[in-house]
């Protein structure tokens, strides 16, 4: 099946400082990706979407300009939490869909974040 | 906001069919129901999707009622390892230039017990 890789799995950074986080379609071509941010014991909450080669559109409430994402082609994206603080702590999940193919999205490990 | 709602946990024995119930008394006719599995602290795993109609496959069955108001997903045979939490989504269609999206319920922490 389709395998999506994220990297870092894990990271802890100072608060104040920016992290980045990739999201790849290792045997597939995903032209929209997906970020979810998930919080201890709660559900996965739809934070942007992505689409190769054009801007992220943002779930209402989540900061554009602190959830950079990036799809530059169509085997990766990235995610960078700028000027990170405690509360931006969570488990960053991503998902890709393949192109032409509307009825799967196939999701990343996760990546958890820990801002000290 | 999340369009489905599921009962927060639930036991089964091993060996034992889980049926695993899902309200999602607003989709509309076009709106499709998945059926996603995460295990701790790991990304979520397909099962199953339907749109009216029953469907089975290797992993489950998916009972979606006739009003289309509610689902039920069946694992015939739990084992130990069908440990996680269920997710019971509704897929919402492209509005405007968007893409297809899934809403994520709370989803059901299913234990099964040897």
């Known amino acids: 099946g389709a395998v999506v890789s994220q990297h870092p799995s894990w990271v802890i950074c100072k608060s104040g400082t920016s992290v980045k986080i990739e999201c790849r379609s290792l045997?597939?071509?995903?032209?929209?990706m997906f970020w979810y941010r998930q919080f201890p014991k709660q559900s996965l909450m739809l934070m942007a979407t992505?689409?190769?080669?054009?801007?992220?559109?943002?779930e209402q409430g989540v900061e554009k300009d602190k959830f950079l994402i990036n799809h530059a082609s169509l085997t990766l994206s990235t995610l960078t939490v700028t000027s990170a603080h405690p509360e931006d702590s969570s488990f960053y999940i991503c998902?890709?869909?393949?192109?032409?193919?509307?009825?799967?999205?196939?999701f990343g490990p996760g990546t958890r974040l820990t801002v000290l | 906001d999340a369009k489905t709602t599921q009962p927060p946990s639930m036991d089964c024995a091993e060996g034992r069919a889980a049926n695993l119930p899902c309200n999602h008394s607003?989709?509309?006719?076009?709106?499709?129901v998945y059926w996603y599995r995460q295990i701790h602290s790991q990304g979520p795993q397909y099962i199953i999707h339907?749109?009216?109609n029953n469907e089975t496959n290797e992993m489950a069955s998916l009972i979606i009622t006739e009003d289309r108001k509610s689902s039920t997903l069946i694992l015939p045979h739990a084992t130990l390892r069908d440990t996680a939490v269920y997710y019971c989504?509704?897929?919402?269609?492209?509005?405007?230039?968007?893409?297809?999206?899934?809403?994520f319920g709370t989803g059901t922490r299913l234990k099964v017990l040897a």
């Open positions: 339907g749109l009216k």
């Open positions: 607003t989709i509309s006719g076009n709106e499709y």
């Open positions: 045997d597939f071509q995903a032209t929209t």
């Open positions: 992505s689409n190769e080669g054009s801007k992220a559109t943002y």
């Open positions: 998902s890709a869909r393949e192109r032409g193919n509307y009825n799967e999205q196939f």
């Open positions: 989504i509704v897929r919402i269609p492209p509005q405007g230039s968007g893409t297809y999206k899934y809403i």
